[in-house]
T-cell receptor, first 114, second 115 residues
């Protein structure tokens, strides 16, 4: 158990809808990362937060947004969903979000868009 | 920009045989390198990490990796494969600069273990 909790585990929704994925980092970790895993794209970095502030942005679509709350949990919001958004979404955390720190991953949320 | 390349999307070994999963990196600075394992329907679990110092890194479950700067490689090995080692393995490099410590992952190598 990595200590990173993601909910829900599975999500099935229709095209055009909006969903929210939730992540609680390991106790004491200030930085949260979101990744998307799909068969064709592999593991793609989406966005990182550190202590409530956005620190780095990756290949995140404009239809997607995220935030980190004062209690350090994070939410990833996906809107106007398309079939191609179907993927496994991982949250990871690290103590400081610094260079060279390993990331600790949750078990992911599997999103299916129909 | 930093990157990692994993050679071979699928590797198959017999139980008890040597496991060798290949990873080459590209980095303009001394890299921080990682190997992760992903079992079906689970998240990524850290196997081992290379920061600085000893070039042979020991990890969990009997795995180890050797950092070779001259070859820009960080291959993962295990002397004797076990059925429970069947999983997908990812090599990763820590992004430098203002990238917030994100990890850049290779495409993954699926390991199959035959009885």
């Amino acid at each position: 158990d990595s200590g990173v909790t993601q909910t829900p585990k599975h999500l099935i929704t229709a095209t055009g809808q909006r969903v929210t994925l939730r992540c609680s980092p390991r106790s004491g970790d200030l930085s949260v990362y979101w990744y998307q895993q799909s068969l064709d794209q592999g593991l793609q970095f989406l966005i990182q937060y550190y202590n409530g502030e956005e620190r780095a942005k990756g290949n995140i679509l404009e239809r997607f947004s995220a935030q980190q709350f004062p209690d350090l949990h994070s939410e990833l919001n996906l809107s106007s969903l398309e079939l191609g958004d179907s993927a496994l979404y991982f949250c990871a955390s690290s103590p400081t979000g610094g260079y060279g720190s390993p990331l600790h991953f949750g078990n992911g949320t599997r999103l299916t868009v129909t | 920009a930093q990157s990692v390349t994993q050679l071979g999307s699928h590797v198959s070994v017999s139980e008890g045989a040597l496991v060798l999963l290949r990873c080459n990196y590209s980095s303009s600075v001394p890299p921080y390198l990682f190997w992760y394992v992903q079992y079906p329907n689970q998240g990524l679990q850290l196997l081992l990490k290379y920061t600085t110092g000893a070039t042979l890194v020991k990890g969990i479950n009997g795995f180890e990796a050797e950092f070779k700067k001259s070859e820009t490689s960080f291959h993962l090995t295990k002397p004797s494969a076990h059925m429970s080692d069947a999983a997908e393995y990812f090599c990763a490099v820590s992004a430098m600069g203002n990238q917030g410590g994100k990890l850049i992952f290779g495409q993954g190598t699926e390991l199959s273990v035959k009885p």
